[in-house]
């Protein structure tokens, strides 16, 4: 069966600390992983995706298929990054995509 | 630049009524979700589809039901709604493939009294 477990309900850092948003999974085919966030009164976005290998906002994400995570990562915490975080499971095919509980990090001044 | 509609922001209905929430999406997209929205739950799946008149169970169908006659548009039905199904309800659409991401509606509060 999928799942995502994010361990931490809440996250709340001092701008400038590094953050990182723990995931982790159970699936057992090839996984696709994604980060969404959706900041205050807006729609749930991508963050951004595994395949990419990229940075978005200075983010960060790397798959680890040992430990079956995907932390997501900054290594300077902004006012501007306090939201709600969701990591997010498509299983091989594309098909289906389930979603863990969320993080609510909150970057204090 | 909105790409997926859902038809209400707020609902509120009587226990016990059928309740239909719409969702349309102009992307082409193969795959549409429902999800309900809860603190301290995230967002679970009730059902998807990926194809006209196909759908899937998720992980909480129960109470529930989904239409899809048209590959734009994805129904969510509540055939006798109940309190504990006040949520907020989100609509998601992607391609299938490698990479795609979801595309979500505004979502949907509804509150059932």
């Known amino acids: 069966a999928q799942r995502v477990t994010q361990p931490e309900k809440l996250l709340s850092v001092f701008k400038g600390a590094p953050v990182e948003l723990k995931c982790n999974y159970s699936y057992s085919g090839s996984p696709e992983l994604f980060w969404y966030v959706q900041y205050s009164r807006q729609r749930l976005q991508l963050l951004l995706r595994h395949i990419s290998r990229e940075s978005i906002k200075g983010f960060t994400a790397d798959l680890n298929k040992g430990e079956t995570s995907f932390h997501l990562k900054k290594p300077f915490a902004q006012e501007e990054d306090s939201a709600m975080y969701y990591c997010a499971l498509t299983n091989t095919g594309g098909f289906k995509t389930i979603f863990g509980a969320g993080t609510r990090l909150f970057v204090k001044a | 630049d909105v790409k997926v509609t859902q038809s209400s922001r707020y609902l509120v209905k009587r226990t016990g009524e059928k309740v239909f929430l719409e969702c349309v999406q102009d992307m082409d997209h193969e795959n549409m979700f429902w999800y309900r929205q809860d603190p301290g739950l995230g967002l679970r799946l009730i059902y998807f589809?990926?194809?006209?008149?196909?759908?899937e169970k998720g992980d909480i169908p129960e109470g529930y039901s989904v239409s899809r006659e048209k590959k734009e548009r994805f129904s969510l039905i509540l055939e006798s709604a109940s309190t504990n199904q006040t949520s907020m309800y989100l609509c998601a659409s992607r391609f299938t493939g490698t990479g795609g991401e979801a595309f979500f509606g505004q979502g949907t509060r509804l509150t059932v009294v």
């Open positions: 589809s990926y194809d006209v008149k196909m759908k």
